[in-house]
């Protein structure tokens, strides 16, 4: 089974991002917030987050468990926010990244050849919309607040970039640099509903992602996972399903849920929702 995370550890840079895998690949891991089709080629965009890198230590942004508000400031204006896939027939021909220190960039990696080259970037702002949002939505800071196309966060005014402005920018970029042209490479990324139905048949018996016939007649039986913390082996078949559905693509919690379910035939029961997140957010290796 092609494990999609791994396309996106190599098209990070390591001169960028310090810390790698066992494998000398950089990790930051992130998710896919949109996809736009237009008349030769699919543009794909992607939202590094902060939750799950910057506090967890298998991820190359790692700074602590519980990262201050000057830490969470400083990351969120400078670690890289949204990364673009084009792709034609699903095979990736480009990506193109923004990079914002030591001066905001836009570089492209041609995936067939692994050539990469830089362009100027004139968006203006301090912090894209994606950040603001997921600043607000997770909580980092009870009192932020987006007004007026700013984010009140730790006590300072940050100008947002928007994603329409970020959208415009990549999509006059492609054009001008005619990176809808270029040839594809033989890396295919698959559909999430193509993704769905390889995790379903993996998760069948004798299947890569198959964590429970084994344990069948032992799913009750107590386990420690480290000192001082037990679980079955059940939880822990469980978690790591989970995990295995984050490190091949799945988007989302929420679809990790749904595949599962569909898997099951029924609807999830509170034990496998919890112990499915714990291993999505890789919480037992923090």
Request: with cysteine; proline share 2%; charged share 30%.
């Amino acid at each position: 089974m092609k494990y999609i995370i791994l396309l996106l550890l190599i098209l990070n840079f390591g001169k960028t991002y310090s810390q790698t895998d066992k494998n000398g690949n950089p990790i930051f891991n992130s998710i896919i917030t949109s996809e736009q089709e237009f008349e030769n080629f699919k543009l794909i965009s992607n939202y590094y987050t902060l939750e799950n890198n910057i506090e967890n230590k298998n991820s190359s942004v790692y700074i602590s468990d519980k990262p201050s508000l000057n830490e969470i400031e400083k990351s969120a204006i400078e670690l890289s926010s949204d990364f673009f896939l084009i792709t034609r027939n699903q095979h990736i021909s480009n990506m193109v990244l923004i990079v914002n220190e030591p001066k905001r960039t836009f570089i492209v990696i041609d995936i067939a050849t692994n050539k990469q080259s830089e362009f100027d970037c004139d968006l203006k702002g301090d912090i894209t919309e994606n950040r603001a949002n997921e600043i607000i939505k997770v909580g980092f800071d009870s009192n932020a607040k987006i007004q007026k196309g700013k984010l009140y966060f730790n006590d300072k005014k940050l100008k947002i970039t928007t994603n329409t402005d970020i959208n415009k920018a990549v999509l006059s970029l492609i054009k001008k640099q005619e990176l809808d042209k270029t040839i594809t490479s033989n890396v295919k990324i698959p559909t999430q509903e193509e993704l769905k139905d390889i995790i379903l048949a993996e998760t069948k018996e004798g299947g890569q992602l198959d964590y429970f016939t084994e344990i069948k007649g032992k799913e009750y039986d107590g386990v420690q996972i480290k000192p001082g913390v037990f679980s079955t082996k059940l939880g822990i078949a469980l978690y790591k399903w989970g995990r295995a559905t984050f490190e091949n693509g799945v988007n989302t919690l929420e679809d990790s849920y749904r595949i599962f379910a569909e898997f099951k035939g029924r609807e999830l029961n509170r034990n496998e929702k919890d112990y499915i997140k714990l291993g999505f957010n890789k919480e037992l290796e923090k």
